[in-house]
């Protein structure tokens, strides 16, 4: 009698806690100190620091890491051939986290300044984050690098309670001739 009376103890004090649990372990401060990270290996031009943050289904979508990474070291080297660098990216704070078939979700902001000779450009796009260990670690999907019926065709485990943002038009500054 004792160990069924122990026995349900434990099972209510598990059912009642593990929110919390998950919760705890799904903490938004993660979620943005990933997306810095990315961010900070973007300015650097650290590609393959910066794509290990893109969800690997993403990575399949655009063809590969290694295409992936030609991309992005010709786009970065072609804007700064010109005069262009990535000067600052900045994020918000992360939306509600979902968990949603065995993954957690979250949207967070981002806002990428690009400065050259001509003026600055800010974009402002919506960065889809996944964890598939509990919150430990997190990868991110740009929904203005992929649109969200090419994320959803090769993502069909993207929760529909996920809150996306249109993207804002890119704000451009001149700069004085």
Known sequence: MVKIFISGLLAIRFVIFQPVLVSAQANPSAIKSAAIAMGNALVKKNSEQFLSYMHPSMIKLAGGKDKLKVISDSA??????????????????????????????????????????????????????ISNDSGKSWTFIDTNMFGIKEIKTAMPDISPALVIPKSAPPKIVMKDQ
């Open 76 to 129: 970065l080297k072609a804007f700064e051939q010109f005069g262009g660098k990535v000067s600052r990216i900045t994020y918000g704070n992360p939306a509600e986290i979902i968990s949603y078939k065995k993954t957690l979700q979250s949207v967070i902001s981002q806002t990428t300044t690009l400065s050259s000779f001509i003026g600055d450009a800010e974009l402002s796009s919506s960065l889809i984050a």
